[in-house]
């Protein structure tokens, strides 16, 4: 009797260590789907000169990085550039690939005055958009300049719109809105797009929707071909109420 009680005592230390076991097998394999399904953040280090002369020629560059790894293969990188309160004048430069993981673009900044640089990153589905300063000139110059935009509103949140590089009449276009208030996402934004063929005056709304924390996607269709303008409407219920405006080309 003593030996079946031992017996027995040993298959149930035995049951009890393999459920142990299994046990720290699922929670190793929870562990590790965890990781893998974890994905690092994209780091984009903007590099800009604070200030210039008048008419210098101005680099700017980006660094793109997602943990240890340098970014080569983005999908896209721009630089934004405009002066203090002419934002609806921005001027948009495709950035030229330096390898390890920069990029950069160069400008001339034929104005006195504050300039603002932003980088639209778009890599491995995340999208970044730091923004940098830059004084041009010396702040007589400016000041002498600053009246042609002293009225004109400065955006306080950036608005870069995403779209296919090549859309055709009759076929669904998928327009994606990025956007960023005080170098963050901005999220929970009630985001329209007002869409209209250029020396038209009817447009149709269509209402965006959040996929991703501070991304706005839409599905549309264009019926002729043609220029188009879109009008990214964003609010908010703290009272803000931007707008930016984009133009499209549909092919036949």
């Given amino acids: 009797m003593k030996k079946l009680g031992s017996l027995v005592s040993i298959l149930s230390m035995a049951i009890v260590l393999a ?72 001027e948009m430069i495709e950035a030229s690939h330096d390898g390890d993981g920069v990029y950069s673009a160069e400008q001339q900044l034929d104005e006195a005055g504050k300039y603002f640089v932003q980088s639209h990153v778009t890599a491995r589905d995340l999208h970044t958009m730091p923004k940098n300063e830059i004084m041009v000139g010396s702040e007589e110059e400016a000041a002498s300049e600053s009246h042609e935009h002293e009225h004109e509103h400065e955006s306080a949140v950036s608005i870069h719109l995403m779209k296919p590089e090549e859309m055709k009449a009759n076929e669904e276009v998928m327009l994606m809105a ?28 269509v209402d965006a929707e959040e996929k991703k924390d501070g991304e706005y996607e839409a599905t549309t269709s264009f019926k002729d071909a043609g220029d188009y303008t879109v009008t990214i409407h964003v ?17 036949e």
């Fill in 19 to 90: 459920a142990c076991g299994q046990d720290n097998a699922n929670e190793s394999d929870n562990n590790s789907t965890a990781e893998e399904t974890q994905v690092e953040t994209l780091e984009v280090a903007l590099d800009t000169p604070e200030k210039v002369e008048k008419g210098e020629k101005v680099t700017f560059s980006v660094t793109v990085t997602q943990g240890e790894e340098k970014v080569d293969d983005a999908d896209e990188v721009m630089f934004e550039v405009w002066k203090e309160g002419a934002k609806e004048e921005s």
């Fill in 235 to 251: 609010e908010n219920d703290e009272g803000l109420h931007e707008h930016t405006e984009e133009n499209l080309t549909i092919t």
């Fill in 178 to 205: 990025h956007l960023q208030k005080d170098d963050a996402a901005l999220t929970g934004a009630d985001v329209r797009y007002e869409i209209s063929k250029v020396d038209e005056e009817k447009a149709e709304w």
